[in-house]
């Protein structure tokens, strides 16, 4: 008994020796030369009681007004540094993109995706990722006519669903993460999917559902401190999401390998499957199935989440705004009629053009961005970033930068016109990134707002419900910007077939 507590006593002591070590180890780091300035930090727990849990983004805007463009947080143990405004985020990004081109890592990502895939992986295999997945992506359609030619068949199915309420009130989330994950579904798979497919269902819900319960406060805990994997909480229910969601896509690529015929490839997966046949044998290969299971998950969920959101907060400001949506549509009867819009009327569309552009700056998706890290020593407006650091480059301050939008906490969209009512390209307009990680569905997003709102925007005038007068636009706290559900009414216009 005496040595059983003398060896407890021994563990206790050893576990305090740690905890000293890593206390002194922070505080030596917040004294590096030269570091970028930050609120002081508490042992342990860092600056986690001034954050924002459900908002970070919020409590960095605040630190940026007092220690500047590029300032330092810990949260937990982890040190971070925070760039914000356009001109510092453009110089980091673009400017030095090989020293901040790195894919920052948290414990939830690693756990979900094991450094494989396209969007969390790293190095070689980020490389080889996003180099097939642009190539493919090109080869199935992004950039060309083949792609338009899905989308448009994907609003007729979009447009009946929305017609078939006959204007009375209804939530456009399922139904437009729907319709969006189908364009990229059409690309892993080969053929677009019902949206009363059960399965298809299912895979939308886990997917937006990980979305949410990445941005909450149990994840951030856990991202900071490992030992939280031992409670239950959102990022065991995170795990159990991907895992069935992997379940799918495993059964899925096998049945394709079933049928794959390599003159004939139908799909991003048999693309892959290819390349794996051709470097079967290859212990330096990447095109295994972890990798597959890791781009496809990776695919569905950035082909989805961020453009089908960026559509309902569209479909929103249109209600709050109705002036704006009739301007929309009178400049779509005036060039349009009813045609089928197309990607390349926004050239002739220079309000609903700029109106697309304000509702993705306005809206904010992705305000804290991807986390970035250095990949090397970096003396960056006058400070000095270690190898290996944590990097935020905010985004919310640049797409809110009044520096380089005019009235940057309103919803302007002659923000992106010029004074003859010309669209006017912004180079502060980031809601893709921009530099090494840029979304590598940028072209694919921009073409599927364009065709989808004005697609919308012709066959339909949106309505807030009878008796309600106004809606809380406030977004739901996480790691995206969505809107709280609501109830809208789509009212059918039935524009003449030629144009006013």
């Not at 499957?273 to 890791?294: D, I, P, T």
Request: aromatic share 12%.
């Amino acid at each position: 008994m005496d040595l059983d507590l003398s060896l407890a006593s021994y563990f206790v002591l050893f576990l305090t020796f740690l905890l000293i070590l890593n206390v002194l180890k922070s505080w030596n780091e917040n004294h590096i030369k030269n570091y970028p300035p930050g609120p002081r930090s508490w042992p342990l727990i860092g600056n986690l009681h001034i954050l924002n849990f459900r908002k970070p983004y919020l409590t960095y805007m605040q630190l940026s007004k007092k220690y500047g463009p590029v300032f330092s947080v810990q949260l937990g143990m982890k040190k971070m540094v925070v760039i914000a405004g356009y001109e510092a985020v453009k110089e980091a990004l673009v400017n030095k993109a090989e020293e901040f081109g790195e894919r920052g890592t948290l414990k939830i990502f690693k756990k979900m995706d094991n450094d494989m895939g396209v969007v969390f992986s790293k190095g070689i295999n980020w490389k080889i990722m996003r180099r097939f997945t642009i190539t493919t992506l090109r080869d199935f359609g992004m950039g060309k006519n083949t792609i338009e030619e899905k989308i448009i068949e994907e609003c007729v199915h979009l447009n009946k669903y929305f017609a078939s309420f006959k204007g009375k009130p209804f939530e456009t989330t399922l139904i437009l993460n729907s319709a969006v994950a189908n364009i990229i579904v059409v690309i892993l798979l080969g053929n677009r999917m019902d949206y009363d497919d059960p399965q298809f269902r299912r895979l939308l819900n886990l997917t937006s559902e990980n979305v949410r319960l990445v941005g909450t406060p149990m994840v951030l805990l856990y991202n900071m401190f490992p030992f939280f994997d031992l409670f239950p909480g959102s990022h065991k229910k995170i795990g159990k999401n991907t895992s069935e969601i992997y379940d799918f896509v495993r059964t899925t690529f096998v049945e394709h390998l079933k049928n794959l015929d390599e003159n004939d490839q139908r799909s991003l997966i048999d693309a892959f499957l290819v390349r794996q046949k051709e470097e079967a044998g290859s212990s330096q290969s990447y095109f295994h199935n972890e990798n597959l299971s890791k781009l496809v998950r990776n695919l569905f969920t950035a082909g989805m989440e961020t453009t089908s959101t960026t559509l309902r907060w569209g479909i929103l400001l249109m209600i709050k705004y109705p002036d704006i949506q009739e301007k929309v549509q009178e400049e779509i009867s005036r060039v349009i009629g009813s045609a089928q819009p197309m990607y390349s009327h926004r050239v002739q569309m220079p309000y609903t053009n700029a109106v697309i552009h304000e509702i993705q700056r306005f809206t904010d998706i992705v305000p804290l961005n991807l986390g970035h890290e250095t990949t090397k020593d970096v003396t960056f407006k006058g400070y000095f970033i270690p190898k290996g650091t944590f990097i935020i480059p905010l985004l919310t301050s640049v797409l809110r930068d009044k520096t380089q939008f005019e009235k940057a906490d309103d919803f302007y969209p002659p923000h992106f016109l010029d004074s003859k009512g010309n669209f006017l390209k912004k180079d502060a307009f980031m809601p893709f990134s921009a530099g090494r990680r840029v979304c590598i569905g940028e072209t694919l997003a921009r073409t599927e707002l364009f065709i989808f709102f004005t697609t919308l925007m012709q066959k339909f005038t949106f309505h807030f419900p009878p008796g309600v007068t106004d809606m809380d636009f406030s977004p739901v706290g996480g790691v995206t910007n969505t809107p709280k559900p609501h109830m809208i009414c789509a009212v059918p216009r039935g524009l003449h077939n030629s144009a006013v």
